[in-house]
């Protein structure tokens, strides 16, 4: 059993105006627990009544890619590493969550999943001490008709503070450098290959803490769609926003329903069951939902982005 005492909440990001409400809503549902806030310095944080206030550095946002324009695209990855590093590493309770400034908490359901599944584990995959419970906000299976691995939301996780600070102890990434000798085209690191997306390369990165695995192009191939569910059931338990009591701004809600593009818990646990050798007395009918699914959407957006890609390789002027 986890006792609220046990647990710090490692707000990360930041400030905005939510802010107050995420402080609010731990405060409210979890008050035996310690709340740190990790943020910029040069905010004004009065009125922010945490246990410990951490101010990093701004790093700034980083450069990813350029379009045709020679326009930067910049993100915001270091700042969200630096943040949650810094204040998971603040921690001195047996057990953290770390959870975004603009996120906040409706209910304590978190506890009911931690711990639940970890007696059933493949040691070969498993990277850390427990399962880490994590939100399906932006955790795609599918994305433009296609399988997409190494897909893991960074909205909000619960775990040993052990294995947040493995999951989050990672190298920054660099800037990617503009080409003068590709003036007038996208560049980006990946190319001619699709870029990876953000949450990919998190997950990637820590991965590749422990092991080697490259992925070329960020929708894979059959062995790397096996290897992403193996690390994924093996490590983290995937659960419905609506589920755990997280509430996000309205521009980060998402539709869960046909055709299915983001993990579910439901979608989890029948993984979870089939990867490791288990029962599976799931229901047929949405068994089956997500056979047509995967059918619909190859046929109606797949195909065409699997010719897209073949096309854009054949004639980029980006061969490796």
Same mark, same amino acid.
């Not at 993100?75 to 590493?89: D, E």
């Not at 795609?140 to 008709?145: A, P």
């Not at 190298?171 to 953000?198: A, S």
């Not at 755990?244 to 046909?258: A, I, N, T, Y």
């Given at each position: ?38 943020? #910029? ?11 410990? $206030? ?9 450069? $990813? ?33 770390? $959870? ?67 999951? #989050? ?32 390369? @998190? #997950? ?28 994924? *059931? ?9 589920? *755990? ?44 939902? #997500?056979? $047509? ?5 190859? @046929?109606?957006?797949? @195909? ?17």
């Amino acid at each position: 059993m986890v006792n609220d005492c046990d647990i710090t909440f490692v707000i990360q990001g930041r400030v905005v105006d939510l802010t107050k409400e995420t402080i609010a809503s731990i405060r409210r549902l979890f008050p035996g627990s310690k709340i740190f806030l990790s943020t #910029w310095k040069g905010q004004c944080l009065d009125g922010f009544f945490v246990d410990k $206030i951490i101010e990093n550095d701004d790093i700034g946002p980083t450069v $990813i890619k350029y379009n045709k324009h020679s326009k930067p695209h910049t993100v915001n990855v270091n700042r969200q590493i630096i943040s949650s590093i810094n204040g998971l590493k603040a921690v001195n309770t047996k057990f953290s969550v770390k $959870i975004r400034s603009d996120n906040k908490l409706t209910s304590r359901t978190m506890m009911d999943y931690f711990g639940v599944f970890d007696h059933n584990r493949d040691p070969a995959y498993s990277l850390f001490e427990n399962r880490i419970v994590t939100s399906n906000y932006f955790a795609k299976e599918y994305t433009q008709g296609l399988k997409v691995p190494f897909f893991i939301s960074d909205f909000f996780q619960f775990g040993l503070t052990k294995d947040l600070n493995n999951l #989050w102890d990672i190298t920054l990434f660099d800037d990617y450098i503009f080409n003068d000798e590709f003036l007038g085209k996208l560049q980006h690191e990946n190319l001619p290959y699709r870029q990876h997306h953000i949450e990919q390369k @998190l #997950w990637l990165k820590f991965i590749n803490k422990h092991r080697t695995v490259l992925l070329k192009n960020k929708f894979g191939d059959a062995d790397s769609v096996k290897l992403s569910y193996k690390l994924m *059931l093996n490590n983290v338990v995937i659960v419905d926003g609506s589920l *755990l009591g997280l509430s996000v701004p309205k521009r980060l809600e998402q539709h869960d329903g046909f055709p299915y593009e983001n993990f579910t818990h439901l979608r989890w646990h029948y993984l979870y069951k089939k990867y490791l050798n288990m029962p599976i007395n799931d229901s047929k009918k949405i068994v089956i939902k #997500w056979s $047509i699914a995967k059918y619909y959407s190859f @046929l109606k957006s797949g @195909l065409r982005t699997k010719l897209k890609d073949r096309i854009r390789y054949i004639s980029s002027s980006f061969k490796p």
